[in-house]
């Protein structure tokens, strides 16, 4: 007996002989079958299979009218594609030819007559089971597709919804532009004169009265024009469009040019102004708007909490092995903050004291925006404070090497260097490796040793030390090189190197995103890998590089 599943099989048995219909129908009846439908006439076959809609077919194959090949041919017409029809061809054609033709024109099964009936029986349990599974699995790719179109929908509705909200935050966006834009321009043009006319009359009254009413003037105008610098930095920070400004310069000049209007404004609100330089001077590679900025807005706070007492800054050049950093120091004996709020003020729009009973006026942008541009610089801010002791705040910003500093250590090092380090071509073509990670320089000396002479640097310094003393046929150049210069600035000073100025060289990197790869070619570099690289596209770039400079 069969289960109930497969009980109710819709059955359809087409053969020219009455007989072996019969035989089979008798069997499909013991079994349990209880749908059949039977046809001697191959003519019927289509219409029985539109009306009857069979699971499983039992076919003869050498038939009047139509045989089975013709037969299951008509049939392929009328089922949707990917469905599937299970048919059981039952012949008396012995033929391997007829077997194979059977079952590439849409058999699933093929049995030759006479047949064992238990046989038959179980070749049809088996083919309606697999009809059963694929029916299964059909109804479920429709219920997936179905579930697919839905959320289809309600994806293609979010994103409709997105896409306007994002239009209203751009339009937003633009309208707070302008509008700050328009702001800018209407208070910054009569403060023009506010602040003008105000120092003339400083200068040119001459009742105290009257001079120090202009002061007041004078005092508030530069006040409000803080404000608008403050706001609008902001702006620019919160919408990242500070650009920067990268350039050597030195430190200790350009303190020197910040303090000034400092130093006359502590000495007219009588306080004291230190300022106190270390000996030496101090490179740095930042910029220079930016960080003067930085210093502006600290001494700002500084000036406006401080009544009594003094304002110092202190610059000096701290060295913490490998790496040294230039520290900026600006102390008062102001105010003071409470320690548990000193967190706060580094937020934007916040104070120690807030509210309608806040002690002091302002926007609170000052520090948060001096702390977002110390991050964009990468440099680091530590604040010190006790009420009514005063405030300190150290600055730190990485330093470089002078230019003459920078050449004493590159002719330190190509003495410390000898030919072998520097690794002879034995007539191979020559590889300058440049990278920090040791475990790196090991896998791409194994990469490219038995094609390659290599020569391995394991920062800037040593490379352009090793390309002065000898010229490669190419240098692969790591970006990020630790402590020490990058790998652009060893790019640019490998190519000043009157041997190196056509040498190809590549930066292999693990900065890949489209702007990385602009900013290399925009600098010269001759191609550029993104780690982890291909050994063979590897070797294969250093080959054609260095045979089209040959060329």
């Known amino acids: 007996m069969i289960d109930s599943t497969l009980k109710n099989a819709n059955i359809l048995i087409v053969d020219d002989k009455q007989d072996n219909i019969d035989i089979l129908t008798g069997l499909l009846e013991i079994t349990g079958y209880i749908n059949i439908k039977t046809t001697t006439d191959s003519r019927k076959v289509v219409d029985l299979f539109i009306d009857f809609k069979p699971d499983i077919i039992l076919l003869d194959l050498q038939m009047p009218h139509f045989t089975g090949y013709q037969v299951m041919e008509q049939l392929k017409s009328l089922l949707p594609d990917n469905s599937y029809i299970p048919i059981l061809v039952l012949t008396a054609d012995l033929t391997t030819e007829a077997k194979q033709l059977a079952l590439s024109g849409g058999a699933s099964d093929f049995l030759t007559k006479p047949y064992d009936l238990i046989e038959v029986d179980l070749r049809i349990k088996n083919l309606l089971k697999v009809y059963y599974s694929h029916q299964f699995l059909e109804n479920q790719n429709k219920y997936l597709d179905e579930i697919v179109r839905e959320r289809t929908k309600e994806l293609e509705k979010t994103n409709i919804e997105l896409s306007y909200a994002k239009y209203n935050a751009e339009e937003m966006s633009k309208l707070q ?82 303090i000034k209007p400092y130093k006359a404004d502590a000495t007219n609100k009588g306080l004291k102004f230190n300022l106190n330089l270390c000996e030496h001077d101090i490179w740095i590679q930042s910029d220079s708007k930016l960080l003067k900025n930085i210093i502006e807005n600290i001494l700002d706070n500084a000036l406006k909490f401080t009544n009594n007492g003094i304002i110092s800054i202190n610059v000096d050049l701290q060295s913490d092995t490998p790496n040294s950093y230039a520290e900026i120091t600006i102390l008062d004996t102001g105010v003071g903050i409470n320690p548990n709020k000193i967190k706060n003020i580094l937020e ?43 405030t300190t705040v150290i600055l730190n910003f990485p330093a470089i090497d002078s230019d003459q500093d920078f050449t004493n250590r590159i002719d330190l090092k190509k003495t410390s260097l000898n030919m072998n380090y520097l690794s002879p071509t034995n007539g191979m073509p020559s590889v300058l490796l440049v990278e920090d990670n040791k475990d790196i320089r090991i896998l791409f000396h194994k990469y490219l040793e038995d094609i390659f002479s290599v020569g391995e640097a394991a920062n800037g310094v040593t490379a352009i030390a090793m390309a002065e003393l000898l010229t490669y046929d190419i240098i692969l150049m790591d970006i990020n090189l630790g402590a020490g210069i990058d790998g652009i600035e060893t790019f ?19 900065y890949g995103s489209e702007l990385d790869r602009k900013k290399f070619s925009e600098h010269g570099f001759n191609g550029f890998m993104e780690k982890p690289v291909d050994r063979k596209n590897l070797i294969s770039t250093i080959k054609n590089l260095i045979e089209q400079r040959q060329l």
């Open 177 to 258: 532009s302008y509008f700050l834009s328009n702001v800018s321009h209407e208070m910054r043009t009569p403060l023009i004169s506010i602040l003008g006319f105000s120092e003339i009359l400083v200068e040119e009254l001459k009742n105290p009265e009257h001079i120090e009413n202009a002061k007041y003037i004078l005092e508030s105008g530069k006040h409000l024009q803080n404000t608008i610098n403050n706001i609008l930095s902001f702006h620019e920070l919160e919408k990242k469009k500070t650009v920067l400004s990268i350039q050597r310069f030195e430190l200790r000049n350009l303190i020197k040019k910040i």
């Open 348 to 390: 934007p729009f916040r104070q120690e004291s807030e509210g309608l009973s806040r002690s002091f006026e302002g926007m609170g942008l000052g520090l948060s925006i001096a702390k977002q541009l110390i991050d964009a610089l990468n440099g680091d801010i530590k604040i010190e404070s006790a009420v009514g002791e005063g």
């Open 492 to 510: 640019h000073r490998i190519r000043k190197l009157p041997n190196c100025k056509h040498i190809p060289i590549i930066a292999v990197t693990a």
